[in-house]
Each structure stands twice: as structure tokens, then as C-alpha cells.
């Protein structure tokens, strides 16, 4: 049988074959490993498999715009890290829509997937979420590109950011799309626990939780 969409874990979605860099590494192989990949940020493990951090291109290259990238090689991973934030993750069996609502709050694109012991099992990324919206609106039938998806969700998200609500009419005229796609939207994200929809007679209202 196959699985409710809306019942799915982290660990249904998330992307098994990790691409990671070691403490012993330097900052210039861990930028290769990024390039040959193609990704833009990758976890940081220790000789066990433990999570020890998160490093993205944008972070290696605000080091090199300040102390060059000839230096690179000379930095080591570990020492680099210790100038980091504290880790975010998730757990395996965390919900999806937990997921979604600590990259909006920490405002990250990706985020490391550990299991009881820490040990790293997989990253879900912005890419991954999309693919869930996307699923979910097509079992609804609704028929929306996966970019449309991206784009209005962070014009939603945006608009919040500057407005205490708005309403979907409001939206609706501004992005383009249909009232039903719009409303769908916007109630995937309300089980993200990441707005709230308030019925009014004529309209429906957002606001961000």
C-alpha cells in the first residue's frame, strides 16, 4: 500500500547518497567536491560518521574574499568549523512538515538527516520539499509547474515578511495563478505550520505564524 503523503517522514524523502567532507579536509577540496557535484553546501563529518558541521560554497568564499583563495589549502575543515553556529538538523523520523518550517526559521536550504547516535543518513534539500509540494498538488489534481511552486511560495513567505496578513484575492491578481491552485498552496503551507487561513465571508486571509 502506498504511503499517505501527508503521514511521510524526513526519511522517505531525503537524499540517501550523501557527498560530505572530513575535519582533516582543507577548504580547497571541499570546494572541488561541491563543483564536481554540482551542490552548493555539503555536511561535515568526523571518523565515526558523526555530524560535525554544514559548509556551503557562500561560506568558503567569504573567507577567500577576506583572506585569498591561495590560502585555502592551508585551512583545514576543522579549524574553519569552529568559527560556525551551532549544528541544525533533523532526525530521521521527523516529519516533513518539521523540516520545512526549521529551513524557513533558520533560513537555510539544506539540512542533514542523523539518526539516534548522530551519525549522518542522508540531507534533505529545498529540491526535496518542492518534490513533496509538487506531489501533493497532483494527487489534488492540481496541475502547477514545480517552479511556479518555488516562486510562489516565496513570494508568500516574503510578503509576510513585510505584512502582518494578506488576502488570497490579493495574491491571486499579483502571482497569476487560480484561486483553487492558490488555496491549495497556501493549505500545504498551513500544515507546515507556517501560516494560518482565516475564512472570511468574501475572502480568505494569510498570516504568518
Given at each position: ?12 524523502i ?23 557535484n ?7 563529518i ?15 568564499m567569504?573567507?577567500?574574499?577576506k ?12 579549524d ?17 512538515e ?24 542522508g ?8 518534490d ?32 502582518k ?6 495574491l ?38
Amino acid at each position: 500500500m502506498r504511503k499517505n503523503n501527508l503521514l511521510m517522514k524526513v526519511k522517505d524523502i531525503m537524499i540517501k547518497n550523501v557527498i560530505f567532507a572530513t575535519l582533516d579536509e582543507n577548504l580547497s577540496n571541499v570546494i572541488k567536491k561541491l563543483r564536481e557535484n554540482k551542490i552548493t553546501g555539503l555536511p561535515i563529518i568526523d571518523e565515526s560518521g558523526k555530524l560535525k558541521s554544514v559548509i556551503s560554497i557562500t561560506d568558503i568564499m567569504k573567507y577567500a574574499e577576506k583572506y585569498g583563495l591561495e590560502n585555502l589549502a592551508l585551512i583545514s575543515v576543522k579549524d574553519f568549523i569552529k568559527r560556525k553556529r551551532r549544528l541544525i538538523y533533523v532526525n530521521e523520523n521527523d516529519s516533513i512538515e518539521h523540516a520545512i518550517k526549521l529551513m524557513v526559521k533558520k533560513d537555510v536550504h539544506r539540512l542533514p538527516v542523523v539518526d539516534k547516535s548522530k551519525k549522518v543518513i542522508g540531507i534533505i534539500t529545498r529540491e526535496e520539499i518542492l518534490d513533496y509540494f509538487y506531489k501533493l498538488l497532483l494527487e489534488k489534481k492540481i496541475e502547477v509547474k514545480k517552479e511556479t511552486i518555488s516562486t510562489i511560495i516565496d513570494k508568500i513567505l516574503e510578503k509576510l515578511e513585510k505584512k502582518k496578513e494578506i488576502s488570497i484575492s490579493e495574491l491571486e491578481k499579483e502571482l497569476k495563478i487560480n484561486k483553487s491552485s492558490l488555496e491549495n498552496i497556501c493549505s500545504l503551507l498551513e500544515k507546515a505550520g507556517l501560516i494560518e487561513m482565516i475564512y472570511e465571508l468574501k475572502d480568505i486571509k494569510i498570516r504568518k505564524k
